[in-house]
């Protein structure tokens, strides 16, 4: 569902950022 990548995509970054 191309609705549901932006939201992995987001939850990804968040992960990275988090992890910063």
Not at 1 to 20: E, R
Request: no cysteine.
């Amino acid at each position: 569902d191309p609705k549901n990548t932006p939201i992995i995509v987001s939850w990804m970054i968040a992960q990275v950022v988090t992890t910063g």
